[in-house]
């Protein structure tokens, strides 16, 4: 089946710091991959879409300075959280939909804890 | 702006006892109807809902969709402890590469 990592599953960090999340699909390529977050009991909220080679397209509210989106492969995206504050503290869940379908696979998640 | 509103958002029952959920939802160029479980990390898939009427079934859990009015069900029969998880619907989009759109999800506790 389609997996998808994600790395790293947990992260510290202290405020002001810049945190990097990767999102790998392993068995796969991914044109298109979704970035989400997830705060206590709540639901997932899409802040952007990756699509490889090109920019990413945020969702409306989501700062495209702090939330930094690179997806320089077909297998590979990442998600810099820069300066980041307490506020940003939540679960960040990728997702990757396959070149040839239009199924989306989720990563285990990365929690971020930002002190 | 597209929405889906998920309903009840939480719900207790005791084990044995069957329940539903409810999803209502309206999205841009609608694709398919999207069910997940969620427990301690990343959901997990359970169905994929395209057509109306078309009852999709995987041992206790089932689902329909009703496309005319945007709204789909999640029946889970004999409940056991372990179904305890946040259950999420998403609709999926045409558009903007088949986004998918959340609810805000139902909280299910099932106690022995």
């Known amino acids: 089946g389609a997996v998808v990592s994600q790395h790293p599953s947990w992260v510290i960090c202290k405020s002001g710091t810049s945190v990097k999340i990767e999102c790998r699909s392993l068995d796969f390529q991914a044109t298109t991959m979704f970035w989400y977050r997830q705060f206590p009991k709540q639901s997932l909220m899409l802040m952007a879409t990756s699509n490889e080679g090109s920019k990413a397209t945020y969702e409306q509210g989501v700062e495209k300075d702090k939330f930094l989106i690179n997806h320089a492969s077909l297998t590979l995206s990442t998600l810099t959280v820069t300066s980041a504050h307490p506020e940003d503290s939540s679960f960040y869940i990728c997702s990757a939909r396959p070149s040839t379908s239009n199924e989306q696979f989720f990563g285990p998640g990365t929690r971020l804890t930002v002190l | 702006e597209d929405k889906v509103v998920q309903s009840p958002l939480s719900l207790v029952v005791h084990e044995g006892d069957t329940v539903t959920l409810n999803c209502s939802y309206e999205?841009?160029?609608?694709?398919?109807l999207l069910w997940y479980k969620q427990e301690k990390k990343a959901p997990t898939f359970l169905f994929m809902l395209t057509s109306s009427g078309i009852e999709k079934k995987s041992g206790r859990l089932s689902s329909i969709l009703d496309k005319k009015e945007l709204f789909s069900i999640l029946n889970i029969t004999a409940t056991q402890t372990g179904d305890s998880a946040i259950y999420l619907c998403?609709?999926?989009?045409?558009?903007?590469?088949?986004?998918?759109?959340f609810g805000q999800g139902t909280i299910l506790t099932v106690h022995p």
């Open positions: 998403a609709g999926r989009s045409g558009t903007s590469y088949g986004k998918l759109t």
């Open positions: 999205v841009t160029n609608f694709r398919s």
